[in-house]
């Protein structure tokens, strides 16, 4: 295996038309993904990650409108937790998304942005449009899929509709299911930016005045459940922003409400508002029993990897009680799995936050 | 005491200016509030009632805009837990309110709506307002002041402000601070208002075209966290509106979806914009100990009457932990206190629910 890391770009136009939940079929579908460390010659050695709701290809390399570092680049890389001196590893942004792969911001047949005019699509429509970048790729078998929060829905899905494509499956942070309350936030975040006039229905890319001020509140309020309330209270509590007394006005006077609007603002330039809207309810109509019958146990029938599921014991988004309803399906199902409450106060968030722990379970899971 | 309920509407204009903390002063005050039952000959029967953040002082009797019955009225009546056979009630509009009492909608001086021309007040002003009430109606010593969420905080404050006001202090799922969580969720609310054009830095009564988008999204936010995840779930879960099978499009596929959005319009017919900028601004200020030099016992150190602390289990807004840092500091007081944990599965809205043990404390500790 080399030691040289290799990082690359690539863009695949998917052959055929990808068939959809909905019954509709995409056409020219293109899946934008990126790659490290190099593949063994018998393709035993790869890994592929699922990215979460605002996240992307970018797991390692540096974000090309950002420039910051990739979001798992702590964890991903030469001597790394998933260590590309020895792991191939691929990250396609998922379909819907706004990195490169086909999505509302994309053109149609047309030449027109589809904006609205996108279908509406699933996480298992995600997962097939990957799998389609598998076959392309002449991969079998995943050595492991892994993914957090949304990323672990599509490798729950993977697991379900695509049993013989991974040998181990890791779920972080994750849930089979969205609850109400997850409904609930996401549909803030919908009517925040379907509210603001700049989104006219979608039609927004021909003059590029795009509804920031709508996602930008989409993303504090999800933004707000990726934290522990404890977690919070210890980084900003009610800490003043560069004063000394309130101000008795609607400035941001503490540290976390000028935290939550830089989210916010920062969001809107790396991020596409129709995208937010396809995304989230895709997640939103996640659930992977209701997808195989109504038990969840049926949905793992024919697993064959093993598995690894971990949650956080802060996360209040998709918190330990739903991984554990997991983790029992599969128990129901015969199916290897481990399963780990990982101690951490970062809410949600720990899963792309320093947490050895987490490392270290992934780590050995993947040996 | 009479049998005979009454209820009367009234206003007060205050004689005086009214000082504010922010070092303002406001001048020509109204207050609109509601009572129910006979005044006792010695004025020794009367309970203070402080409603929440978009309550009003139609606590038992058919809000005028809504027609709906009052908020607390399985709660306040003849006979009920808090008898008006026996007790005065008086509740308030809080000042920066819009049912009546001077807020950012009222006329100023030049006979021009305030809108963000009205000064930025704190939950110590709102009790200022309604302690010159109770000095115009010649009160002295109230038999007992109650407040939950909000008005929780109201009662804690006139408590630690105004100590020889109350004999009696219950406060309901409430707390001595707003948290970072606390402040998040509210910026969120305000940013979303101020993100509607409609909004124009509060200008928008001459027309009477208000930011109904933005402030139906601030109310939707806000009204998940009314809620606990437990009891979205139990009242919702994934159930569709309406429909046998999800629509792969952006209506209201979900129960929990149709439910917030009509909660959030709903809202828009009852409530000012900028009211609720205000008073959400006020909540956010409150830090009972900050404001008597940082030790919250400080706060209570004249306090003379009996405290009654009621949390709910499920209630993850001001969770019970908050109401024990109160009671902590009333024991360091050496006030005496009853507190107790009310097991609900409504979260924060608890204390507007049908909990019979609620009912049974409030009815117990007024005696």
């Known amino acids: 295996m080399a030691t040289l890391e290799t990082s690359s770009s690539s863009t695949l136009k998917l052959p055929d038309a990808l068939p959809l939940d909905s019954g509709q079929t995409l056409e020219n579908v293109e899946i934008a993904y990126e790659t490290y460390g190099e593949m063994a010659a018998d393709k035993s050695n790869i890994v592929l990650i699922f990215h979460a709701l605002t996240m992307d290809q ?72 990957q799998v389609a970048l598998l076959d392309h790729l002449g991969i079998g078998t995943l050595h492991a899929v892994i993914g957090g929060s949304m990323g672990g829905m599509l490798a729950l899905s993977l697991a379900a ?81 560069d004063r000394k007394a309130i101000s008795f006005g609607f400035d941001a006077d503490f540290q976390i409400e000028s935290y939550l609007r830089h989210q916010g603002i920062s969001f809107t330039s790396r991020f596409d508002a129709n995208s937010y809207l396809y995304i989230t309810r895709a997640m939103d109509y996640f659930d992977l029993a209701e997808e195989h019958g109504g038990r969840l146990a049926d949905a793992f029938a024919g697993a064959s990897a093993r598995f690894c599921l971990i949650s956080f014991d802060t996360d209040w988004l998709y918190p330990t009680a739903e991984t554990r309803n997991v983790v029992h399906a599969l128990n129901a199902a015969a199916a290897p799995v481990s399963f780990v409450e990982l101690s951490a106060p970062y809410g949600h968030d720990s899963f792309l936050l320093d947490v050895p722990a987490l490392d270290s379970v992934i780590k050995g899971f993947l040996e």
């Not at 904006?115 to 995600?126: G, H, K, L, Y």
């Not at 494509?165 to 996401?186: K, P």
């Not at 993303?219 to 934290?227: E, F, K, N, V």
């Open 161 to 241: 509709n695509y049993p013989e494509r991974a040998a181990r499956v890791i779920g972080i942070a994750t849930t089979a299911r969205h609850s109400a309350q997850n409904i609930a936030f996401h549909e803030v975040g919908r009517q925040a930016i379907m509210a603001d006039p700049n989104w006219r229905k979608g039609e927004y890319y021909a003059d590029g005045i795009s509804p920031d001020a709508g996602l930008a509140v989409a993303r504090m309020a999800a933004h707000i459940t990726y934290l522990s309330e404890a977690g919070l209270t210890e980084k900003f509590g009610r800490r003043l922003q």
């Open 58 to 129: 970018y797991v390692a390399s540096p974000h090309p409108i950002t420039g910051k570092p990739g979001w798992w680049s702590e964890s991903v890389g030469p001597g790394k937790t998933i260590d590309t001196d020895r792991f191939h590893v691929i990250c396609a942004n998922v379909i819907g998304g706004c990195m490169g792969s086909t999505g509302p911001s994309s053109l149609d047949g047309e030449g027109q942005p589809y904006a609205m005019r996108f279908p509406v699509i699933t996480i298992r429509d995600m997962v097939r449009a």
